[in-house]
Structure formats: structure tokens, C-alpha cells
């Protein structure tokens, strides 16, 4: 048995505690980005509520990025110096309270404000887990942990999608955002529980070393994620919203399509977690998921009325490709940087990923907005899909 693998086996201690060890890190990924899915799902009743323009409810998920993208990197240091599961304790409560601000705010700048607090769960998201990954879990076992709780995101579009719209339409769009509320404190819980505490992973792992340069994979994953942050912030912030005003989808069945994306990429997460990690190649992985995102793009570019087909066939195809690509994107980080350097390598790549989120969603909403047209908005999209894949594909000449 290896130093690593005796580093995992003393902080957790056999199959089961890995097993809800990695739950837990799931649930601290849905709880850092399920505001996101709410701003599309909730579209409709926060245009009417706040009497606000597309473009300025594109603000709601630009601040969330903002603020997610600019404190990544600060939290990835941070995670390396205090430790993964404090960190993450502390991500649960500020979500907690920004997601009932959100819920209970008066006027639309409080409403704004909550979405960017809720932003500084989002920055620890990438670093803690990954970090708390490469403390208690050896290389070469990683792969299924890693898809496990990256797929946390997508568990909590398809919660989001499912449950979100039936308990707007019941009880008023305020209390049912109030409920994932609940479902934060849960994740503390949860973290409090099956989490090791960081001194134990930091008395099994030994002291750390200095932080090393990062390795050149680390920036090109940074300018991949950048361009596919551009693109799944459309898809992200537009298509609930799309589906409905342009192919007549009712909101009830906008949330069905965004969890079935999120159910897709659930499974995705999970099984590409495992194939890139053994097979390699992982750049090849990228390059596919981006040319993937491309057609997708297409098809919601032609879906209409008469053929919504389209859209169910895109979001199965998202699925697969740009809301896949963290996982992929994370196990590269981890195979490339020391154990040490894993919060911090996250938290550039998780900064430009945000980046990317933050700016698409405004500009594509002034687009809708001045040409009262989707059109450019997906084809927008589509071109950052395309410039990601040409990154990947100029990563794999260089390596």
C-alpha cells in the first residue's frame, strides 16, 4: 500500500465513510450552484415580480459569477491553508442565509445582493472539494469520487427543475426558494458528520511542502474553462426562458428540460469520471465535449413550436458535453498539480469559468432585449463551444 492510499485509508476509514464522504462533497456542490438554476426556472415570476428587463435579470446570474469567479482563487488559497471541510462548513451558511435573503428581498437591488452573497459559496465550491478529494483519496481511485461530486451540480439542476416550478406554482415563488434553505443546513449537517476534520488528513498526509509553480495544463484548462463558462451561462440563464416565449413549452416543462439535462449529466459525471481517469487522453475528452456543445447549440437554435423535439434532444446533448466538462476538467487539475496545490490550481480554473458566466449572461440578454430575436444569443454561444474546442485541440498538439 502506498503513502497515499494509507493517507486515504486513516481518514476514512474503509468503503462506506468514502462512499459518504463523497456524498457530502455532492451535496456541497449543488448547495454552491443551485441559485443558478433557480434564476432560469424562476424567470417568469421574477420578470413580473420586480418588473425588470431580461438583461437585468441576466444581473442576477452575473453577480452570482462575479463574485464566484473573483473569490475562487482567494478561496482556493484559503482552502489550502485552513482546510477543506472549515471552508466548506463556512460555504453552507453563507448559502444558507443568501439563498432566504434572496427569497424574502422587498425589491430587486436586495434580490441582487443576495445572488452575489450567494456568489461567495460558489467561489469555494471547486477548491474545497477538490482539495478535500486530494487529501483523502489516493490517485488512481479518484475518478468515481470525482464524478460523484461533481454530479452534485446537476443533481441540483434536475431537484431545481423538478421541484421548483410545482412548489411556485402551489405556494408562491418566495417560499419555494425559501426551501433550499433547508437543504443547505442538511449539507452542513452532512459535512459535520462525514467529513475528516482538516487536522486529521493533515497529521495522515504529513507537512506540506511550498506551493510550486503550476504546471502549463493548469492554463490551459483556465482558457478552456473560460470559454465554456461563456457558453453553459446561456444555456444556464436562457433556455428555461427560451423554451417557453419561442417554442411554447409550458414552465412546468422547461423545468422537466433543465432535469433532464441535469439527469443526463448526472450519469455523465459519474461514468466519464471513471474512463478519463484510467483511459487518459483527457484533452481528447474535452475537445469532444465542446465540438458536442456546438450541435447542441444548433439544435436549440432550430427547435420551434412545431419541432420542440429539438430541445429535449439538445439538453440530452448538453448533458453529455458542456455540462460534463468540469468533472473531466477537475481530474486533469488533480493529475497535474501536487496535493498541496490542489485548491489553488482550482481556484484559477474555477475563477475563469466564472469569468465566463458572468459576462454571457448580460450580453446575450441585451441581445434578446434589442432584437427582441434569440438568434444571436445562440450563435453566440455556439462560437464560444467552438473556440473551447479549438483550445483543447491546440492543448493536445502541444503536449
Known amino acids: 500500500m502506498t503513502a497515499d492510499q494509507q493517507a486515504a485509508e486513516e481518514t476514512l476509514g474503509g468503503r462506506g465513510n468514502r462512499a459518504r ?24 415570476y421574477l420578470l ?33 491553508r485552513w482546510g477543506g471541510r472549515r471552508v466548506a462548513l463556512a460555504a453552507m451558511a453563507i448559502a444558507t442565509v443568501a439563498v432566504w435573503a434572496m427569497a424574502g428581498a422587498p425589491n430587486f437591488a436586495l434580490m441582487l445582493a443576495g445572488a452575489a452573497l450567494a456568489g461567495l459559496a460558489l467561489a469555494s465550491g471547486n477548491p474545497t472539494t477538490n482539495s478535500l478529494v486530494a487529501a ?18 446537476q443533481v441540483a439542476g434536475f431537484g431545481v427543475g423538478l ?41 495522515a498526509a504529513g507537512a506540506a511542502p511550498e506551493p510550486a509553480p503550476l504546471e502549463a495544463a493548469v492554463w490551459w484548462m483556465t482558457a478552456y474553462a473560460l470559454l465554456m463558462g461563456a457558453g453553459v451561462a446561456g444555456i444556464s440563464a436562457y433556455l428555461p426562458l427560451y423554451s417557453q416565449e419561442e417554442v411554447g413549452i409550458s414552465v412546468g416543462g422547461a423545468g422537466l428540460l433543465v432535469s433532464a439535462m ?20 483527457i ?24 419541432a420542440p423535439w429539438l430541445l429535449w434532444a439538445a439538453a440530452i446533448t448538453f448533458g453529455v458535453s458542456a455540462i460534463t466538462w468540469n468533472t473531466v476538467g477537475m481530474i486533469a487539475v488533480l493529475a497535474e498539480v501536487e ?11 474555477q475563477s475563469a469559468f466564472y469569468g465566463g458566466f458572468a459576462a454571457s449572461p448580460v450580453v446575450l440578454g441585451y441581445s434578446i432585449d434589442a432584437t427582441d430575436d434569440y438568434r444571436i444569443a445562440w450563435l453566440s454561444v455556439a462560437l464560444a463551444f467552438g473556440l473551447a474546442a479549438v483550445v483543447a485541440g491546440l492543448w493536445r498538439r502541444m503536449r
Open 21 to 44: 464522504f463523497a456524498t457530502a462533497l455532492s451535496g456541497i456542490m449543488a448547495v454552491a450552484t443551485f441559485s443558478q438554476f433557480s434564476f432560469g426556472i424562476l424567470a417568469g
Open 48 to 80: 413580473e415580480e420586480f418588473a425588470i428587463t431580461r438583461s437585468q435579470l441576466g444581473l442576477l446570474t452575473t453577480a452570482f459569477f462575479i463574485v464566484g469567479g473573483l473569490g475562487s482563487p482567494p478561496a482556493g488559497r484559503l482552502v489550502d
Open 136 to 153: 483523502h483519496i489516493s490517485p488512481g481511485e479518484r475518478g468515481v469520487t470525482m464524478g460523484v461530486k461533481q454530479a452534485g451540480v
Open 163 to 203: 421541484v421548483l416550478p410545482w412548489a411556485a406554482q402551489q405556494v408562491g415563488w418566495r417560499w419555494a426558494m425559501s426551501t433550499l434553505g433547508l437543504v443547505s443546513i442538511l449539507v452542513l449537517i452532512a459535512c459535520i458528520l462525514f467529513i475528516p476534520p482538516d487536522e486529521r488528513a493533515k497529521e
Open 262 to 281: 441535469g439527469a443526463v449529466g448526472i450519469a455523465s459525471r459519474i461514468t466519464l469520471g471513471w474512463v478519463t481517469e484510467h483511459f487518459g487522453h
Open 283 to 306: 484533452e481528447v475528452f474535452l475537445f469532444l465535449m465542446a465540438v458536442g456543445s456546438v450541435l447542441a447549440s444548433a439544435m436549440v437554435l432550430f427547435a420551434t413550436p412545431s
Open 339 to 349: 496535493p498541496q496545490d490542489a485548491g489553488r490550481a482550482s481556484g484559477y480554473v
